[in-house]
Nanobody, 125 residues
Framework: QVQLVESGGGLVQAGGSLRLSCAGS????????VGWFRQAPGREREFVAA????????FYADSVNGRFTISRDNGKNTSYLQMNSLKPEDTAVYFC??????????????????WGQGTQVTVSS
């Protein structure tokens, strides 16, 4: 079993930056892809970014490509999401997720077995 805890959320002005962290505990998520998703009020949870274990390939939603960067430190069992040039429409609860099947389709929520509780990101205009 893997437990995931997100941190780093908060309130920031448009154009600002935040770095989210996702710390894993329990069983290591070595070998798992890690993804970040977000959910705004009244909307479905949507894919933001993901990184594979093997080769470190990264994937991004079109809406964040070029502004967000996902990374991972396998030694620390932690993933990061660096968010720059934030916009009000980035406001949401951000979740990290991991799982052994996620590499099959990193953008699909159902492929992830483990989820964190989420961290709120609010971008003011």
């Amino acid at each position: 079993q893997v437990q995931l805890v997100e941190s780093g959320g908060g309130l920031v002005q448009a154009g600002g930056s935040l770095r989210l962290s996702c710390a894993g505990s329990g069983r290591s998520f070595a070998g798992y892809a890690v993804g970040w998703f977000r959910q705004a009020p009244g909307r479905e949870r949507e894919f933001v970014a993901a990184i594979r274990w093997s080769g470190g390939s990264t994937f991004y939603a079109d809406s964040v490509n070029g502004r967000f960067t996902i990374s991972r430190d396998n030694g620390k069992n932690t993933s990061y999401l660096q968010m720059n040039s934030l916009k009000p429409e980035d406001t949401a609860v951000y979740f990290c997720a991991a799982g052994p099947r996620a590499s099959i389709n990193v953008k699909l929520r159902a492929m992830y077995d483990y989820w964190g509780q989420g961290t709120q990101v609010t971008v003011s205009s």
